[in-house]
């Protein structure tokens, strides 16, 4: 059992200590706590904003007039002070706030709840009470609505939080846009800030740092605390040397071909034990914590995708700086930046290979709906092959949407009797889902 005159201190810190943070708008749905019926989870990657998040849903209730500050119980799981904190300590942590406010809160907000044992199990008791609106948060994919448990089915919805696109990038940085400005010098300024953002990703917190040594410094905390506390901590692994020569290798082979069966021999070559089974649990476990993004190539048998190589991706293009020079692999980052945007928009997608090669096969209602092929530059040389592969998915899989997106190429071409029409990676990402249509 907790302490509970620790937890009266931690509840205290709360109502009186806690400044609570001005808004900064993000695109996530529009949320009315005062009105939730369910449960509702705001996941995504350490760093990404949502604690800042929750703050701000609860500066609104109080400045709507909702609900005062001690209506609402703020609690984040990853204070080390709560190490321990159990199931059966919930009702403590409730009677500790009635005992400093007088009644109970109206209003339950959790912050990394996954650190919570049986944490599923305990929201499913307080949510049959009745009695709390409530909001968690956390960075583990497993509390995504779709991989959720089935006792809190029906009681539960998501919004994914991750690190700022590059509309809300642009907002941050104070620099408007719209589809007339676009057209005007204003657009140097904007793809000026596509190549920093491109670069160095959108973790909120990496804008804030001036020079490139503090943004690499930065992410490789955020690296490391991946590393440590998400994968080797959560899931007691004791293979640190495998682990850490996975990331490594994903690290560096962003937006390729990541096979199984390979990297096991790599591991073995550099006389390293690490099973098939054992690579197929790490890479979900990194899934988990939102490091990485895999695509399977696209079959419609689930035979064929699991028999074939996955494709990786970073979840923020800043880790790049952790890897090698980013002027040579430039066109692989433009791609892994599409990736992350269409997992934003939680498509599922895949890579299309057969005697040609399609960077992405988006689907809409369980059949494909688009292609897409990134390229940095269309040039005579490598325009057949980018082509070919666009309109081999497209002819194969019957889709009538699709095109190649470039760093700053934007035309309609002609290609096989075909039109193929060229867009900026930077536009495409401003045009927003349905504009994105083409």
């Known amino acids: 059992m907790m302490n509970q005159e620790l937890l009266l201190q931690i509840i205290g810190e709360w109502l009186h200590d806690t400044?609570?943070?001005s808004p900064v708008p993000r695109e996530s749905p529009v949320i009315s706590v005062e009105s939730l019926s369910t449960i509702l989870a705001i996941v995504g990657p350490r760093r990404a904003g949502k604690t800042f998040f929750l703050l701000q849903l609860i500066r609104n209730l109080l400045d709507s007039g909702h609900a005062n500050q001690e209506e609402v119980l703020f609690v984040d799981f990853e204070d080390y002070r709560l190490k321990g904190f159990a199931p059966v300590d919930m009702d403590g942590l409730l009677a500790a706030f009635q005992q400093l406010t007088g009644h109970e809160p109206r209003f339950l907000f959790f912050d990394e709840v996954q650190h919570l044992p049986e944490w599923s199990r305990v929201l499913r008791t307080l949510h049959n009470r009745r009695r709390y609106r409530m909001v968690i948060a956390g960075s583990n994919s497993s509390l995504l609505s779709s991989e959720i448990a089935t006792e809190l089915r029906g009681r539960y919805e998501d919004a994914?939080?991750?690190?700022?696109s590059f509309r809300e990038f642009l907002r941050f940085?104070?620099?408007?846009?719209?589809?007339a400005l676009l057209h005007t010098a204003q657009r140097?300024?904007?793809?000026?800030?596509?190549?920093?953002?491109?670069r160095f990703g959108g973790f909120p917190e990496t804008f804030l740092?001036?020079?490139?040594?503090?943004?690499?410094?930065?992410?490789?905390?955020?690296y490391t605390t991946i590393f440590y506390k998400d994968i080797l901590e959560r899931y007691n692994i004791k293979a640190r040397t495998v682990l850490d020569q996975m990331m490594m290798a994903l690290l560096n082979g962003a937006s390729e071909l990541f096979s199984i069966?390979?990297?096991?021999?790599?591991?073995?070559?550099?006389?390293?034990?690490?099973?098939?089974?054992?690579?197929?649990?790490?890479?979900?476990?990194?899934?988990?914590a939102f490091f990485l993004i895999t695509n399977e190539k696209?079959?419609?048998?689930?035979?064929?995708r699991m028999m074939n190589p996955l494709k990786v991706y970073l979840m923020d293009t800043g880790f790049g700086l952790l890897s090698g020079a980013f002027s040579e692999n430039r066109g692989k980052w433009l791609e892994n930046m599409v990736a992350i945007e269409l997992y934003r928009q939680q498509k599922r997608m895949f890579y299309f290979k057969e005697n040609q090669e399609c960077d992405f096969v988006v689907q809409e209602g369980g059949r494909p709906a688009e292609a897409w092929q990134v390229c940095w530059e269309v040039t005579s040389k490598n325009e057949k092959r980018e082509f070919r592969g666009l309109l081999e998915a497209m002819g194969t899989l019957k889709l009538r949407r699709g095109g190649i997106l470039t760093h700053n190429q934007e035309a309609i071409r002609s290609f096989d009797g075909k039109t193929i029409r060229l867009i900026p990676v930077w536009k495409w990402l401003l045009l927003g889902p349905e504009g994105q249509k083409v």
Do not use: C, W
């Open 160 to 164: 994914l939080l991750l690190p700022f």
């Open 209 to 222: 740092r001036d020079s490139v040594a503090e943004k690499r410094k930065l992410l490789q905390n955020y």
């Open 188 to 198: 140097g300024r904007i793809m000026a800030a596509f190549d920093d953002y491109l």
């Open 298 to 304: 696209f079959s419609y048998s689930v035979r064929k």
């Open 173 to 179: 940085q104070n620099l408007p846009y719209d589809k």
């Open 19 to 21: 400044n609570l943070p």
């Open 261 to 288: 069966s390979t990297f096991e021999k790599q591991l073995k070559a550099a006389s390293l034990s690490g099973s098939k089974r054992t690579i197929a649990n790490y890479l979900h476990f990194l899934e988990e």
